[in-house]
């Protein structure tokens, strides 16, 4: 199995323990804001996972709608929102047919979701990447907003994407979809160095542990893009 796609598969808990030390110094909602006001808004969050988004968000009155594949990430976002006292739907489902009506949404956001399908499917992933972004186009109502979130390095000094493939895919995402980057830094910080390798290395792996060590890390450096895109009333913006 894909190494993601076994965490997602068996280790939710595990993810949304280390995400819980991610953003400290809290820079992905206001840049997220740049491009859209929340208030008010239905919101579909596609690859949702253990909640990140709806729980960040949760105070901007808004309706959520969250999507994932993986059984296992949404029963951890369900425990996630039982503990939070909020209220967002979940769905089990595909981003790629996304069992929704037409402009339905004001929002669909994919946060480090459709990546992934950059090396899931190495030889056809402009054709799987072009249907997920032409269905959040076709979820979301005219005047709305696409927005997509995704990794643009961890454990860097600098924000670059980490794999020229990823580059690739975010090329595409500007030069063929019109959509728009932001880079801000999203840095976690752990109680220790040890802690920083425990519960980071079952996800980036042995060579981030060594680094993070290496380098005396319980601030663990990471930088994240924000792509936006908003739509006209009549199509696209």
């Not at 979940?90 to 480090?112: R, T």
């Not at 542990?209 to 936006?228: C, D, F, H, Y």
Request: hydrophobic residues 40%; proline residues 4%; contains cysteine.
């Amino acid at each position: 199995m894909d190494h993601f796609k076994n965490i997602y598969t068996n280790k939710a808990q595990e993810y949304q323990n280390m995400i819980a030390a991610e953003d400290v110094d809290c820079n992905l909602v206001p840049a997220l804001k740049r491009v859209i006001s929340f208030s008010g808004k239905t919101i579909l969050d596609l690859g949702t996972g253990t909640g990140r988004l709806p729980l960040l968000l949760s105070d901007q009155d808004t309706k959520f709608i969250g999507l994932d594949l993986h059984r296992a990430m949404l029963l951890e976002n369900q425990a996630q929102r039982e503990k939070d006292g909020g209220y967002w739907e979940l769905v089990q489902g595909d981003i790629h047919n996304l069992p929704f009506p037409s402009w339905w949404v004001d929002v669909a956001i994919a946060g480090w979701a459709i990546g992934h399908l950059r090396s899931w499917f190495a030889d056809q992933w402009r054709a799987h990447i072009f249907r997920v972004l032409d269905e959040m186009q076709r979820v979301v109502k005219p005047g709305g907003t696409l927005l997509i979130i995704e990794t643009l390095g961890t454990g860097s000094l600098i924000p670059a994407p980490p794999t020229s493939e990823l580059a690739e895919y975010y090329n595409y995402l500007e030069d063929e979809w019109g959509f728009k980057r932001q880079q801000i830094q999203t840095d976690y910080v752990f109680p220790s160095i040890e802690a920083a390798v425990e519960y980071t290395e079952f996800f980036f792996g042995a060579e981030l542990a060594k680094k993070i060590r290496r380098n005396g890390w319980s601030q663990l450096p990471e930088w994240t893009g924000v792509w936006g895109k908003r739509m006209k009333a009549g199509g696209e913006e």
